[in-house]
């Protein structure tokens, strides 16, 4: 099972892109030696630092007709993967 969920590809985080720095949303229970194999298998690259991110779900509030409901957005973990230089990870082409 992968431990990655999905790129991140945000302004910010395509900002990042240019410095040699990837952003993934990973499994909350992922740690940064599977991620690191992941990545260099998914993708063929080398990995040189992770910086893992846990982040938590906002609360939010609806209205409908029959009153309020309140909620929440799931937990998660962002890894910021920082890749070898001249290695360059393509989201757009496909693997």
Request: cysteine-free; aromatic content about 6%; proline content about 1%.
């Amino acid at each position: 099972m992968s431990t990655l969920k999905k790129p991140i590809v945000t302004e910010k985080a395509t900002g990042l892109n240019e410095k040699g720095q990837y952003v993934f949303q990973v499994e909350r229970t992922a740690n940064k030696v599977q991620i690191k194999k992941d990545i260099e298998q998914l993708y063929g690259v080398t990995v040189t630092g992770i910086s893992t991110i846990r982040t938590n779900g906002k609360l939010k509030s609806k209205f409908t007709k029959t009153g309020a409901v309140a909620g929440r957005r799931a937990h998660g973990k962002k890894a910021i993967v920082t890749v070898k230089e001249g290695d360059v990870i393509d989201f757009y082409n496909g693997i």
